[in-house]
């Protein structure tokens, strides 16, 4: 079994950042790709950014330049630097793993328990 534990959501002005971290717990895994959805108000939720043990990243065109996925592969933390924030931006951001259990080989997706951020204009 393992956890996804996010934070640093929050009420942030048109222009201005916010920093999303989400931290993955358990025992003997390894965490593969990593990646950040949202889910706006009344909408489907979208992959943000995405991330790979390897490093490798993919963005939403609309995040382009101004959001940043990264990692810490010691410490089993992905994260998500938000700048030029934009009222559109606002939206529940899960944060999402694909966990390897080490002693199996077998994998499972988990998704953390999301955090709101609020964009206002």
């Known amino acids: 079994q393992a956890q996804l534990v996010e934070s640093g959501g929050g009420l942030v002005q048109a222009g201005g950042s916010l920093r999303l971290s989400c931290a993955a717990s358990g025992s003997r895994i390894y965490i593969a790709d990593m990646a950040w959805y949202r889910q706006p108000p009344g909408k489907q939720r979208e992959l943000v950014a995405s991330?790979?043990?390897?490093?490798?990243?993919n963005y939403e065109d609309s995040v382009k330049g101004r959001f940043t996925i990264s990692r810490d592969n010691a410490n089993n933390i992905v994260y998500l630097q938000m700048n030029s924030l934009r009222p559109e931006d606002t939206a529940i951001y899960y944060c999402n793993a694909r966990v390897v259990y080490m002693d199996s080989a077998r994998s499972d997706n988990y998704w953390g328990q999301g955090t709101q951020v609020t964009v206002s204009s």
């Open positions: 991330i790979t043990r390897e490093r490798s990243t």
